[in-house]
C-alpha cells in the first residue's frame, strides 16, 4: 500500500493567527504563534522532500470536497452557515 499527499501552494495561505492557548511558558509550542502557519508547513513538505519520504509518496491532486465528504466530519447546520 501506498500513502499519499495532498498538496497546494494555497494551502500555505491560510493563516491561523495568534494562538491563545494555555501552554506553560517554555513548553514545545512557541508562544503566541499558532501551530497550524505557513511556516510549520513549509517546513514538514520541505522535510519530506529533503529526507526523501517525498519520494515515497503518492501526489493527490487537491479537488473540491464533495457535500457527502464534508458531512462527515461536520453537521449539516455547520455547512448550513458557510453558504
Known sequence: MTSGFVWHEQYMWHDTGNA???FPPGGPIQ???HA???E???RFKNLLEVSGLMDK???IRPRQATDVELRR???AEYLGKLA
Open 40 to 42: 510549520t508547513k513549509r
Open 20 to 22: 491563545a492557548g494555555v
Open 31 to 33: 508562544p503566541y504563534e
Open 57 to 59: 509518496l503518492a501526489l
Open 36 to 38: 497550524e502557519n505557513p
Open 73 to 75: 466530519v461536520h453537521t
